[in-house]
């Protein structure tokens, strides 16, 4: 429909939607550990639990039906090219097909669900096991379609379709492409008479090949769109054809499209194709080196795939006929699969390959989908799912699985998720944008626990992923984005209702403190009114912002006591008390100095505030110089809660400290395991 050109633009939008967001996953997912949970940890660590509960919640939801559509794909192909006798149900008449197949299809389905549930139960070990088979079986049906183009330019396969003066025929309606009449049982050749209509008299029967191959020159053919309107004639355009109006009387003889067909309504029935790249993050907990292995592999996966279905667009486009391409139900063809002649060495490659393909996918659904719930049960910002929290001695979502089994059944019992699919890809597209509004938040905020080992990302193509994530769920369907974001925003309600009492120093509160940060600053614009304080303090050429206040007391220690518990206004309160060390004190006879000092130590332990203690700060650098190199030496204290990881990081994104490197010491005893030590010590940066 689309044509070579505008599949190859859908192909590419779609691709470079999930490859933005997963550039943007790499970011959060190399920002820390990332444990089970995977998108919806992101998510919610990033904006908040109530956005992490939504999405994630819709996010579960979605790949939980996404496996049964999976296992119904799977019975589908099992039933129709595998073993078709295998079917229990049987249509009386022709008007009971579809009932019969659906009941097949919920039988089989069921058990399928069964075996699947059961080896996910057993152990990720065995999922992985077999996921390394199935991704064999579909890397061998992928070059299995290279190969058979590849053949198609000496020896093209026999695909034969009938055609009348420029009209497709529906194959099962004659057993000759020719006009001819039966006597008897004898087919003679047709004497042309006023019972055949106009259309009829007036064109030839021809049988071209549709699949002509690679050498054939077709691609220029197929290169531009042909969108059709329901009940339109598919017609090959250069074929001759007379009378383009007559014959309509006989429709039912000739291909017509089933529904109207147009960009926005291919880009929907696309995308679903290119969703999943959340299959390796909702693993993150039984991820050696989540780190490492997400970034790495989504974009790899990511990669591959969308070379192969641009290759793909191409291939077919230059080597099958375009009525072929717009054949949507094989009936020009009797309901053989192109892809599968196409092939080499046999078709039987593409069948097995594509039933591997999809018990895989719902197979890894299912195996994604209990671990997200089990995270969202586990922090217990959904009441009601609490219990779901809960499993296995060894961490496996047992109960999780139960529920997500029960959901999937439901799917399945549906049998016909036609309905259902649209709004799972708006779940999808909307986790994909929060995860991209979540990388830009954080970058743009430029918070001090935000240092991604990836780097190759920026918060333009955060936005960027986002508007595509957003324009592709309104260009699908518009009427579902509104459905999905309706159920995402009760979903956001209730959760805030309940009082998710989470403080994860999430983007949106960061966005908060920025404003009012911001606004305050704008206040002491001008002159100093008498009910304010100042609000700059210059030093020669440097200025620093921040608020200053004064406290009157008979006492040294008790205004310090004052300025420590009195300071900031609700959210924006000091966590950090900045004191330098007392010098001389040993020699000096008066103990007011370090009484002082040790006052204020206590007194900061006793609020639950960081102290920091500079000492020789005369000797620091101006803010004029610059150190091309040296190191920024941190000995390392277990129970520091991480201040002294974040300060050297705070250093260097000064200019002056930038070029210098960052050491790391911690002492040993002499019968500790100083090589597990440093092994510890190297993961836990990046905790």
Same mark, same amino acid.
């Given at each position: 429909m689309a044509g070579v050109m505008q599949s190859l633009l859908i192909v590419l939008m779609c691709c470079i939607c999930t490859m933005l967001t997963a550039i943007s996953m790499s970011a959060i997912a190399t920002n820390g550990v990332v444990p089970a949970g995977g998108s919806?940890?992101?998510?919610?660590?990033?904006?908040?639990?109530?956005?992490?509960?939504?999405?994630?919640?819709?996010?579960?939801?979605?790949?939980?039906?996404?496996?049964?559509?999976?296992?119904?794909?799977a019975i589908e192909i099992f039933l129709k090219y595998l073993v078709p006798q295998a079917a229990i149900f049987h249509a009386a008449d022709h008007h009971g097909t579809d009932s019969a197949s659906l009941n097949n299809m919920r039988v089989y389905g069921s058990i399928c669900l069964s075996l699947m549930a059961v080896v996910v139960f057993v152990g990720v070990k065995y999922v992985n096991k077999l996921a390394s088979l199935f991704l064999a079986c579909v890397i061998i049906s992928i070059v299995s379609i290279y190969a058979g183009a590849i053949k198609s330019i000496s020896h093209p396969p026999e695909f034969p379709i009938c055609m009348l003066g420029n009209r497709t025929l529906v194959?099962?309606?004659?057993?000759?492409?020719?006009?001819?009449?039966?006597?008897?049982?004898?087919?003679?050749?047709?004497?042309?008479?006023?019972q055949c209509d106009d259309y009829f008299l007036q064109n030839n029967l021809t049988q071209i090949q549709g699949i002509p191959g690679l050498s054939s020159g077709l691609i220029s053919d197929n290169m531009w769109s042909n969108y059709m309107y329901k009940g339109q004639i598919l017609e090959k355009a250069k074929l001759p054809s007379e009378n383009a109006h007559g014959g309509l009387e006989k429709i039912s003889?000739?291909?017509?499209?089933?529904?109207?067909?147009?960009?926005?309504?291919?880009?929907?029935i696309f995308f679903p +194709?290119?969703?999943? /790249?959340?299959? #390796? !993050?909702?693993? =993150?907990?039984?991820?050696?080196?989540? $780190?490492?292995?997400?970034?790495?592999?989504?974009?790899?996966?990511?990669?591959?795939?969308?070379?192969?279905?641009?290759?793909?667009?191409?291939?077919?486009?230059?080597?099958?006929?375009?009525?072929?391409?717009?054949?949507?139900?094989?009936?020009?063809?009797?309901?053989?699969?192109v892809v599968g002649t196409l092939s080499w060495p +046999?078709?039987?490659? /593409?069948?097995? #390959? !594509?039933?591997? =393909?999809?018990?895989?996918?719902?197979? $890894?659904?299912?195996?994604?989908?209990p671990r997200l719930l089990q995270a969202i049960a586990k922090d217990n910002i959904i009441p009601f799912l609490r219990v779901f929290g809960h499993g296995k001695t060894n961490g496996e979502p047992t109960w999780a699985l139960l529920l997500t089994g029960l959901i999937a059944e439901l799917g399945i019992l549906i049998a016909s998720l036609d309905m259902v699919a649209p709004i799972l890809s708006m779940f999808f597209l909307m986790c994909y944008l929060f995860v991209n509004l979540a990388c830009a938040v954080q970058t743009l905020l430029r918070t001090p626990n935000w240092r991604p080992r990836f780097k190759y990302y920026h918060w333009t193509l955060s936005f960027l992923g986002m508007s595509m994530c957003l324009a592709l769920m309104f260009i699908s369907s518009w009427y579902y984005a509104i459905v999905a974001m309706g159920i995402a925003g009760m979903i956001y309600k209730y959760i805030e209702y309940q009082g998710a009492e989470k403080e994860w120093g999430d983007g949106i509160r960061g966005l908060s403190l920025s404003a009012a940060r911001y606004a305050l600053l704008r206040l002491e614009v001008g002159p100093p009114h008498t009910k304010t304080g100042g609000c700059e303090k210059h030093d020669g050429d440097r200025t620093s912002q921040g608020f200053l206040s004064v406290v009157v007391a008979n006492k040294v220690r008790e205004g310090i006591v004052h300025l420590i518990q009195s300071c900031g206004l609700g959210g924006m309160k000091h966590n950090t008390v900045v004191m330098g060390w007392p010098y001389g004190w040993r020699q000096s006879e008066d103990p007011r100095a370090w009484k002082t000092f040790i006052n204020t130590v206590r007194c900061v332990t006793a609020a639950h505030l960081a102290l920091m203690v500079p000492k020789n700060v005369s000797f620091y650098p101006s803010n004029h110089e610059r150190f091309m190199d040296g190191n920024i030496d941190v000995w390392w204290i277990v129970h520091d809660g991480g201040m002294l990881m974040l300060l050297p990081f705070l250093l260097k994104q000064h200019k002056v400290w930038r070029k210098c490197k960052m050491r790391i010491f911690t002492v040993a005893q002499m019968d500790d395991n100083s090589i597990q030590m440093k092994k510890d010590l190297a993961t836990f940066l990046y905790h």
């Open positions: 919806y940890f992101m998510i919610s660590r990033s904006l908040g639990p109530e956005f992490g509960g939504a999405v994630g919640l819709c996010f579960y939801l979605a790949t939980t039906f996404a496996s049964a559509m999976y296992i119904l794909g194959s099962n309606k004659f057993d000759v492409c020719a006009k001819t009449v039966m006597q008897g049982n004898i087919t003679v050749p047709s004497q042309l008479n006023s003889m000739y291909l017509t499209a089933d529904i109207a067909t147009s960009f926005t309504l291919l880009v929907g +194709s290119a969703t999943g /790249i959340m299959a #390796g !993050s909702n693993r =993150s907990g039984d991820l050696r080196d989540a $780190q490492k292995s997400i970034p790495i592999g989504t974009i790899l996966a990511i990669a591959t795939t969308s070379l192969v279905y641009l290759s793909s667009v191409v291939l077919f486009g230059a080597c099958i006929e375009g009525v072929v391409l717009r054949d949507k139900f094989g009936d020009a063809v009797n309901n053989n699969l +046999s078709p039987w490659v /593409i069948v097995i #390959g !594509s039933f591997f =393909s999809t018990v895989g996918a719902g197979l $890894q659904s299912l195996t994604g989908a």
